[in-house]
């Protein structure tokens, strides 16, 4: 069974950091680009960043372009964001997915798993 579980989310003042975590089980995690995406209510799902399974090449959203850092750790079959810098408009349900392949994208139609989310709260 195919598992992805995102983890680390809090309560985080503005300009303060937080690193949130994706544990995945069920699937050969190295084959996979694990992508991780956010949600506020009303809003369509924004695709934050992306890392592949092979090489760990990443790419990033405009939005979160040098604060933010995802790394992955094949062995543990984990991956991570590092998100500094938070701003009151990063405040989302953060979620992490896997799409078999290795290629850097953000769309969330082309990602086969998801996880249930963790909720980060930026205040101001």
């Known amino acids: 069974e195919v598992q992805l579980q995102a983890s680390g989310g809090g309560l985080v003042q503005a300009g303060g950091s937080l690193r949130v975590s994706c544990a995945a089980s069920g699937f050969t995690f190295a084959d996979y680009t694990i992508g991780w995406f956010r949600q506020v209510p009303g809003k369509e799902r924004e695709g934050v960043s992306c890392?592949?399974?092979?090489?760990?090449?990443?790419y990033y959203g405009n939005s979160v372009l040098g604060r933010f850092t995802v790394s992955r750790d094949n062995a543990k079959n984990m991956v991570y964001l590092q998100m500094n810098s938070l701003k009151p408009e990063d405040t989302a349900v953060y979620f992490c997915a896997a799409s078999e392949g290795n290629y850097l994208f953000l769309s969330p139609h082309g990602y086969e798993y998801w996880g249930q989310g963790t909720q980060v709260t930026v205040s101001s």
């Open positions: 890392i592949t399974g092979n090489d760990g090449s990443t």
